[in-house]
């Protein structure tokens, strides 16, 4: 079992940027390959960015490659997604989420693939 709390959200003006944190407690923080997902009003929960168990390997959709990275420091058990050029279009709850039993070096990008999920923080930004 392992619980997700994230931090971070906020209003920001289109162009700018944020860095969300997610602390994690409970089991053993390495033992989870890590995710973001958002899910904007109206529309269905999208995943964003994900790494592996090893960390080594990082995925992000292509709507934000380029612009967002995902990144972890196991000594604080906390993965981080920061977030570039932001868009209006960016506006929605991002969650963190993690998933157990992956292979070493494989992030996962389903929603499905995930145990446990973070209650959300709101980022939004105007244009």
Do not use: H
Request: proline letters at 2%; charged letters at 20%.
């Amino acid at each position: 079992q392992v619980t997700l709390v994230e931090s971070g959200g906020g209003l920001v003006q289109a162009g700018g940027s944020l860095r969300l944190s997610c602390a994690a407690s409970g089991r053993t923080f390495s033992s989870y390959a890590m995710g973001w997902f958002r899910q904007a009003p109206g529309k269905e929960r999208e995943f964003v960015c994900a790494s592996s168990r090893s960390r080594y390997v990082t995925y992000c959709a292509d709507s934000v490659k380029g612009r967002f990275t995902i990144s972890n420091d196991n000594a604080k058990d906390t993965v981080f997604l920061q977030m570039n050029s932001l868009k209006p279009e960016d506006t929605a709850v991002y969650y963190c989420a993690a998933s157990q039993g992956r292979s070493y070096n494989s992030p996962a990008r389903e929603q499905y693939d995930y145990n446990y999920w973070g209650q959300g923080t709101q980022v939004t930004v105007s244009s």
